[in-house]
């Protein structure tokens, strides 16, 4: 499974763009990009998935660039309760073989 | 909410113990993980399960065991305690291979 590296913590006021950007360089061929966010004492939420290019939902954006070496998750208009632990996970999910390895995260704090 | 339930939400119990940690999947869900988040440790990939079948085993202890019944319910069977066991355990199912795995809200076990 490809190792990510992403930044321990970031700080951010209310109303702002957030952009977490995920490292991957020895991303294979069949890995996806999944990000996870996780409140204290909750389990992780699935935010958004993706392979190349962009992949937009109701809550983030997901761009990803051609060499898919590194990924970034756009949070837009954060608020407080988007306070929490996001991760990034790179893996076959089509191998059915797919448990999630989790990296520390990144630490959002979001500042009114 | 995820669809995924786990029970109990609390476990207090000593050292030596035998508890069972209960998963039901969501509905439609062939596929259950568990996973351990201890402070020291993040989030630990366990056991999966498909179709009541072990799929992938991670690092999971010898005392630990777990199973997956007909109706796909999970369950993580923890023997032995030991004070190193506390921690929050938690459960993903998940539909086809690559489609995200949700997580429940995890049980946090208390070993006195």
């Known amino acids: 499974l490809a190792k990510t590296t992403q930044p321990i913590s970031m700080d951010s006021y209310e109303g702002q763009e957030v952009n977490i950007t995920c490292s991957h360089n020895?991303?294979?061929?069949?890995?996806?990009i999944t990000w996870y966010q996780q409140f204290p004492s909750q389990g992780p939420r699935f935010i958004i998935q993706?392979?190349?290019t962009k992949v937009t939902n109701e809550v983030a954006s997901l761009f990803i660039p051609a060499d898919r070496k590194s990924s970034t998750l756009s949070l837009p208009r954060v608020s407080l309760s988007d306070t929490a632990v996001y991760y990034c996970?790179?893996?076959?999910?089509?191998?059915?073989?797919?448990?999630?390895?989790f990296g520390k995260g990144t630490r959002l704090s979001v500042i009114a | 909410d995820s669809g995924v339930t786990q029970t109990p939400k609390h476990l207090i119990t000593a050292t030596g113990q035998r508890v069972t940690l209960r998963c039901s999947p969501r509905?439609?869900?062939?596929?259950v993980y568990w996973y351990q988040q201890s402070l020291d440790q993040g989030l630990q990939f366990l056991i999966q399960?498909?179709?009541?079948?072990?799929?992938a085993k991670g690092n999971i202890l010898e005392r630990f065991s777990a199973q997956q019944f007909p109706d796909l319910h999970s369950e993580l069977n923890l023997s032995s305690l030991e004070l190193g066991d506390s921690a929050l355990y938690f459960c993903?199912?998940?539909?086809?291979?690559?489609?995200?795995?949700?997580f429940g809200d995890g049980t946090r076990l208390s070993i006195l």
């Open positions: 509905s439609g869900d062939l596929s």
């Open positions: 399960y498909y179709n009541g079948e072990e799929r």
């Open positions: 993903a199912s998940s539909g086809e291979f690559n489609q995200p795995q949700h």
């Open positions: 993706g392979y190349k």
């Open positions: 020895n991303i294979a061929t069949n890995d996806y």
């Open positions: 996970l790179v893996g076959d999910y089509n191998s059915g073989n797919t448990p999630l390895v």
